[in-house]
């Protein structure tokens, strides 16, 4: 599903125009990105789910086409766990 595919059935499940429904999209989008900037950023969405920052510490890696050992620097990365809702319906 595209993000114009779930705006589209956003509008129709609320019965709301699209644009309103892209606003409340863009809405949650930003205000989780805000959240998951913050030191200890977490979102949970009881029954969906969890969305966390979790920090990747620097590594090494290998060039597939040399062979080649690199550093990989660390790095933030979201996590996401579904809750038992979304585990029971899938």
């Given amino acids: 599903m595209t993000k114009a595919e ?8 609320a019965g709301i125009t699209k644009v309103a429904a892209g606003a409340a999209l ?7 990105t ?4 913050k030191k200890e950023g977490k ?8 969305f966390q920052k ?3 510490k620097a590594r090494k ?19 996401f766990r579904p809750g038992k809702k979304l585990k029971d319906a899938i």
Avoid: C, H, Y
């Fill in 54 to 56: 979790s920090r990747r």
């Fill in 6 to 13: 779930l705006i589209e059935k956003m509008a129709a499940d």
């Fill in 61 to 79: 890696g290998r060039n597939p086409q040399t062979g080649e050992v690199i550093k990989i620097k660390a790095t933030n990365v979201v996590k």
């Fill in 26 to 32: 863009e809405s949650f989008i930003a205000n989780v």
């Fill in 43 to 50: 979102v949970t969405l009881v029954g969906f789910g969890t």
């Fill in 34 to 37: 805000k959240a998951l900037k």
